[in-house]
């Protein structure tokens, strides 16, 4: 007897088709290392940058000009919409360790599977540290984002953020959160911003930077966004339903991007140090005053501190100091 067969092939996993990227980042200038290869250092942006996923001659993803007419030339926005409800579903996140271009160790914060293991290890260990040594085999945050950019006439496919950033995961993590709280469930089909903020953040040697950070928010009160959510549910509840049983089984069956088709971009760009022909960052030369003095540990610049005076030495009267501090500058400790 014949078996009946499935109408579609059963090992084949559907996935979220991938139109474009959202990027922060790009390939900088060449240089060349000590083996005389030609090296392209990360350049980070302060605005987002949507490509397409052809390269140009600089090796970079060449920019989606059309989208970019749409949202501007150095957009830190992007309106965009969500295809689910399910958090997991729209932004997937792990830990993960590369050996050259390959996957090495990957995990949940949790656990982690890693080759060479039958079974799973503790996640995460001490390659996620920042000091960690040596750099070319430290475990880093991954996670990406697929959404649809409102104003295209495209449909079909998502254009997907990916980041390695602790605090852009964390922030679009809780802000999902958030606005599911506030909504009663409701995420897919709100009308949502991808926006690009600068932070005051510490470095691991102590110093203070500025960074960038990518968040989603909702423009609009707490009310507005509640009524959204109420309205999403009653106009359509019915294809909600069917939408939450589509969710639930494609927690199983979509590719959540957990893997990447090319090892090689993602060392290019968020594991630059496993790199052979890596060139390490110069640091920054500081210019100091005669009254200033740099912290080896910390980097900080600090002003030297006053010598002791002698018995002879008259104290002078202290000045009044009529200045306030300026709440921007206090904000940032």
Same mark, same amino acid.
């Given at each position: 007897?014949?078996?009946?067969?499935?109408?579609? /092939? #059963?090992?084949?996993?559907?996935?979220?088709?991938?139109?474009?990227?959202?990027?922060?980042?790009?390939?900088?200038? *060449?240089? +060349?290392?000590?083996? %005389?290869?030609?090296?392209?250092?990360?350049? +980070?942006?302060?605005?987002?940058?949507?490509?397409?996923?052809?390269?140009?001659?600089?090796? &970079?993803?060449?920019?989606?000009?059309? !989208?970019?007419?749409? /949202?501007?030339?150095?957009?830190?926005?992007?309106?965009?919409?969500?295809?689910?409800?399910? !958090?997991?579903?729209?932004?997937?996140?792990?830990?993960?360790?590369?050996?050259?271009?390959?996957?090495?160790?990957? %995990?949940?914060?949790?656990?982690?599977?890693?080759?060479?293991?039958?079974?799973?290890?503790?996640?995460?260990?001490?390659?996620?540290?920042?000091?960690?040594?040596?750099?070319?085999?430290?475990?880093?945050?991954? %996670?990406?984002?697929?959404?649809?950019?409102?104003?295209?006439?495209? !449909?079909?496919?998502?254009?997907?953020?990916?980041?390695?950033?602790?605090?852009?995961?964390?922030?679009?993590?809780?802000?999902?959160?958030?606005?599911?709280? /506030?909504?009663?469930?409701?995420?897919?089909?709100?009308?949502?911003?991808?926006?690009?903020?600068?932070?005051?953040?510490?470095?691991?040697?102590?110093?203070?930077? #500025?960074?960038?950070?990518? %968040?989603?928010?909702?423009?609009?009160?707490?009310?507005?966004?509640?009524?959204?959510?109420?309205?999403?549910?009653? *106009?359509?509840?019915?294809?909600?339903?069917?939408?939450?049983?589509?969710?639930?089984?494609?927690? &199983?069956?979509?590719?959540?991007?957990?893997?990447?088709?090319?090892?090689?971009?993602? /060392? *290019?760009?968020?594991?630059?140090?496993?790199?052979?022909?890596?060139?390490?960052?110069?640091?920054?030369?500081?210019?100091?005053?005669?009254?200033?003095?740099?912290?080896?540990?910390?980097?900080?610049?600090?002003?030297?501190?006053?010598?002791? #005076?002698?018995?002879?030495? *008259?104290?002078?009267?202290?000045?009044?100091?009529?200045?306030?501090?300026?709440?921007?500058?206090?904000?940032?400790?």
């Amino acid at each position: 007897m014949k078996a009946k067969l499935s109408p579609m /092939i #059963k090992t084949f996993t559907p996935g979220l088709t991938e139109l474009g990227k959202i990027k922060i980042g790009m390939k900088g200038e *060449a240089r +060349k290392s000590k083996s %005389g290869s030609d090296y392209q250092l990360p350049q +980070k942006l302060d605005h987002f940058i949507v490509t397409g996923l052809e390269r140009d001659e600089s090796g &970079n993803f060449t920019r989606d000009e059309a !989208i970019h007419k749409l /949202i501007g030339d150095k957009p830190k926005r992007i309106p965009i919409t969500l295809l689910f409800d399910d !958090i997991f579903l729209n932004f997937q996140s792990r830990f993960a360790c590369y050996q050259g271009t390959r996957l090495y160790c990957t %995990g949940d914060g949790e656990q982690a599977n890693r080759q060479g293991h039958d079974e799973p290890i503790q996640c995460p260990c001490e390659r996620s540290d920042p000091d960690y040594t040596p750099t070319k085999d430290r475990c880093k945050m991954n %996670g990406v984002l697929s959404v649809i950019i409102r104003g295209t006439d495209t !449909i079909g496919g998502v254009w997907k953020f990916r980041t390695t950033s602790y605090n852009t995961i964390q922030g679009i993590t809780s802000s999902l959160y958030l606005i599911k709280r /506030i909504t009663g469930g409701p995420l897919s089909g709100l009308d949502l911003d991808l926006v690009l903020a600068p932070k005051t953040a510490n470095a691991p040697d102590g110093t203070s930077q #500025k960074i960038f950070v990518v %968040g989603i928010e909702y423009t609009g009160g707490m009310e507005q966004l509640r009524d959204e959510g109420l309205r999403l549910v009653q *106009a359509t509840s019915s294809h909600r339903k069917q939408l939450a049983l589509l969710e639930e089984n494609a927690v &199983n069956m979509i590719d959540v991007e957990l893997e990447e088709e090319n090892p090689e971009e993602t /060392i *290019a760009e968020w594991y630059p140090e496993n790199d052979p022909n890596y060139i390490e960052p110069e640091k920054p030369v500081i210019n100091l005053n005669d009254d200033e003095q740099v912290n080896t540990k910390t980097g900080e610049v600090t002003e030297k501190p006053a010598k002791k #005076k002698t018995k002879n030495q *008259a104290e002078p009267e202290p000045e009044q100091d009529e200045t306030e501090a300026d709440p921007d500058i206090m904000d940032l400790f």
